[in-house]
């Protein structure tokens, strides 16, 4: 069954049960001409949007339907993580070819909806239209935060500590196995190809992070460590210094590259859509924001190294030889 069996507004009506997950604050959801939201006081509204494109952004026939709907909501999810923020509302834009089933939007929405409901996202509205090939997706998120507690990019000082919430260079090995049609039999190969469809939105935790007030600036690691990290460093004017022996590298990953005969490290440099928070702790704080991370998540605040003065972009070798980052990381950017 396509969409033009059912039409647009039987398309709405199917996908609109579950849509709903927080009534509070919401004057008009889905259903009149806008949706309509009570802001809370002292509160800043974070609006972020992203654009998934098929076969730019991914390949229709090498995900399902579930973890397309997780991972666009995921993405968007992640920026207002990246701010501290709490995501709110969501807004959902397709564009359908034909020939995508009614089972495979469906699934979509099954997989968006799971997400949704785990965050206390409502989904509000969106649009829908018809493509001429491609599958195109739209979202937009609406979140909120406590305007001293927002993150920036920007505020990053010498001597800060630089952490990540996750592993790196996991999504990167997943997409690699997707591309080149390797199968994911193993468990390694699953977790990996798992990181890259099926993206965890560092919320609460990014939410945790800014409410310590000892984060100075923080991004999510969308584009691979090195491009994220120089978007801070340039937005603080600073420079980095990371430590490759630091860098956290799933046990996963590791197994990936000794077949590969390459180096975990490049793959968290170069990497991207790892959607963890890299964010940059005052030292005098680190200690206790680490170990109460710790104790509240049960997983470690990774520290990779330090903002320098000197607007350098640096890596420590195991070996106490400093480099540095590798350009294919980031050059495309400039
Ligand atoms: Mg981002």
Redesign the pocket.
Request: charged content about 40%; overall charge negative; cysteine-free.
């Given at each position: 069954m396509g969409l033009t069996d059912i039409g647009e507004f039987g398309f709405i009506r199917r996908v609109r049960r579950g849509c709903l997950i927080r009534e509070a604050g919401v004057v008009r959801a889905i259903g009149d001409d806008a949706a309509a939201v009570a802001g809370d006081p002292g509160q800043l509204t974070l609006v972020?949007t992203d654009l998934l494109v098929e076969r730019v952004h991914f390949l229709r026939e090498s995900i399902t339907g579930v973890e397309l709907g997780h991972k666009s909501l995921a993405v968007n999810l992640?920026?207002i993580a990246?701010m501290g923020g709490t995501a709110r509302d969501a807004f959902i834009s397709l564009a359908i070819p034909e020939d995508c089933s009614i089972e495979f939007l469906d699934a979509f929405y099954d997989g968006m909806k799971a997400l949704a409901a785990e965050f206390d996202v409502n989904i509000l509205g969106g649009d829908t239209t018809r493509s001429k090939q491609d599958l195109v997706v739209n979202i937009a998120v609406i979140g909120s935060v406590p305007e001293p507690q927002m993150l920036l990019r920007s505020g990053a000082a010498p001597g800060d500590i630089i952490v990540s919430t996750g592993f790196l260079g996991d999504s990167r090995a997943g997409l690699h196995l997707v591309l080149n049609h390797i199968a994911t039999e193993t468990p390694a190969f699953r977790a990996l190809r798992r990181a890259h469809v099926l993206p965890k939105p560092y919320l609460r935790e990014g939410r945790f992070l800014a409410g310590t007030g000892a984060v100075t600036a923080a991004?999510?690691t969308?584009d691979g460590l090195s491009s994220?990290i120089r978007h801070i460093a340039e937005e603080s004017g600073v420079g980095v210094r990371l430590y490759a022996d630091r860098i956290p590298i799933s046990d996963h990953l590791t197994a990936f590259c000794r077949g590969m005969n390459s180096d975990p490290v490049d793959w968290a440099l170069s990497g991207g859509e790892d959607y963890t928070l890299l964010c940059t702790v005052t030292p005098d704080s680190i200690e206790p924001v680490c170990r109460r991370y710790k104790e509240k998540y049960a997983s470690p605040l990774y520290r990779i190294g330090e903002v320098i003065e000197a607007k350098n972009m640096e890596i420590v070798q195991p070996s106490g030889e400093v480099k540095p980052f590798d350009v294919t990381g980031w050059n495309h950017f400039r």
């Open positions: 972020t992640s920026d990246a991004i999510d969308s994220d």
